[in-house]
């Protein structure tokens, strides 16, 4: 499947865009991930949604995971740190998806992030030639409707949505300092604590009542917690009825 975007943007270039599988024995980049907090922040982002069950198996959510376009004839890939695809073809018996490409294999990506390192700040490159930049890659070339920039060390949260022209523009949060994901039906914030052994700031989701969707560990806690407080509950109850003198074994 071929598409040519004609509209020429700012810097007057013009992409005919194939949306092609890769081939089987295509070597995909190998880079590792820039930093430990990258692969704990992605996971938590899931780990969230799967308790949930808000993951569904036509999706594909996944993380350092390569996007793909061949463009003006030559093969692009680009892996961000964590994307959201809301429906994808089925996976042949026996393959493993080792990549994604829209039209081919789904739906356009809804929402892709990347997470700020100490490097070149590749995130924000709008560099309009081969290999491209992250930014116009996503933005002029597959098109995603939400790309999200989170600076981890300064829990600093961007978000910018795809306008009618064709570009990205940075949203506003609301008065809790979330964005509203409307693809995903989701707030998406910044929570300051600690997971994993690692305390800093973190991606959270909440559901559209504003309710947090929690990791597995707080959900044990939760759980301990009613617990608890039922056992509390249970020892006033029988310490009221001890109060006038009667046996609560006895009823």
Do not use: H
């Not at 350092?64 to 061949?70: E, H, I, M, P, Q």
């Amino acid at each position: 499947m071929t598409q040519t975007l004609s509209k020429l943007d700012k810097t007057k270039t013009q992409y005919t865009v194939t949306w092609e599988k890769l081939p089987d024995d295509f070597k995909l980049p190998d880079d590792p991930v820039e930093n430990i907090d990258q692969p704990l922040l992605a996971a938590a982002l899931r780990e969230a949604l799967d308790l949930a069950g808000f993951i569904l198996a036509s999706m594909l959510i996944a993380s350092n995971f390569g996007l793909c376009a061949k463009v003006n004839d030559k093969t692009v890939v680009k892996a961000p740190d964590w994307v959201y695809v809301p429906s994808v073809l089925p996976a042949e018996p026996g393959e493993v998806r080792r990549s994604y490409t829209r039209n081919a294999e789904g739906e356009v990506p809804a929402v892709v992030m990347e997470f700020l390192s100490d490097t070149d700040s590749s995130e924000y490159s709008n560099k309009p030639t081969y290999p491209y930049g992250k930014w116009r890659f996503y933005e002029r070339i597959l098109q995603v409707p939400t790309y999200v920039i989170f600076e981890p060390k300064s829990g600093v949260l961007e978000v910018y949505r795809l306008s009618n022209p064709g570009e990205y523009e940075l949203q506003e949060p609301d008065d809790n300092q979330r964005f509203w994901l409307e693809l995903m039906g989701l707030f998406l914030g910044v929570w300051e604590g600690e997971k994993s052994q690692r305390t800093g700031y973190w991606l959270r989701w909440w559901d559209e009542n504003g309710n947090l969707l929690l990791w597995g560990a707080e959900r044990v806690e939760q759980e301990r917690q009613r617990a608890e407080e039922e056992r509390q509950r249970a020892d006033r109850l029988m310490a009221y009825l001890r109060s006038p003198g009667i046996d609560p074994d006895g009823i």
